[in-house]
């Protein structure tokens, strides 16, 4: 791929980064505070038009775990880039572009996924060892124990609340760099996928209200 667009916008820290010949030539970050479609585009604005004419080989893009409206909005804006350059917008999970999944050693990560649920991942290699899962307060502590007593790295991509652990960011550069170190295997199972967020969080259902007749 001689020209790669990445956009990273499952955290508030989000990113974009342009990729030629096989190295980053820019890369923009901004601090969204979840407001990704009204901050994207301006730096996307700004990485087209260093770019100029020249078509792009692929859009890669963040699928998370994370915010899951930034991860969305990311997604739809790499889609829609894709289709105007003609080429195919690829999903990659987020967590592996964070410096700890990079470096190849075992880590796990972990993420509030709110009302009383968090997820886990497991990555080893840089890759998922297992997908992304979701389990309770107590699976979670005991995991956290679990991972620190051989050694494990944990880290979170956004804080949590009442647990000191390492926050680890993604980026559009790191995006980038897992996706040149995946397997050909890993890189054919992303591309053949409809990019779309992962997301681990059960169905929120609100009851409907039934209409009182006669009353």
Known sequence: MRAVLIIETSTDAASLALAVDGGIVEEKGFVSDRRHNALLFTPLAEILGSHGSRSFDAVLVGS???????TRVGIATAQGAALVAGCKA???????????????????AVGDARRGSFWLAKISGGELTDEPSLTDRIGF????????????????????????????????????????????????????KIPQPIYLA?????????????S
């Open 90 to 108: 690829v999903a990659i999970p987020s967590i592996l572009s964070t410096p700890e999944a990079l470096s190849g050693d075992p880590c796990l």
């Open 141 to 192: 502590e005991s995991a956290i124990q679990a991972a620190e007593a051989d050694g494990t790295k944990v880290f979170c991509m956004e804080t949590i609340r009442g647990r000191d652990i390492p926050l680890a960011r993604p980026t559009a550069g790191g995006l980038w760099q897992a996706w040149r170190a995946a397997t050909p295997q890993s890189r054919a199972i992303w591309a053949a």
């Open 202 to 214: 059960p169905p929120r259902i609100t009851p409907s209200k039934k209409a009182t007749y006669g």
């Open 64 to 70: 998370g775990p994370g915010s899951y409206s930034g």
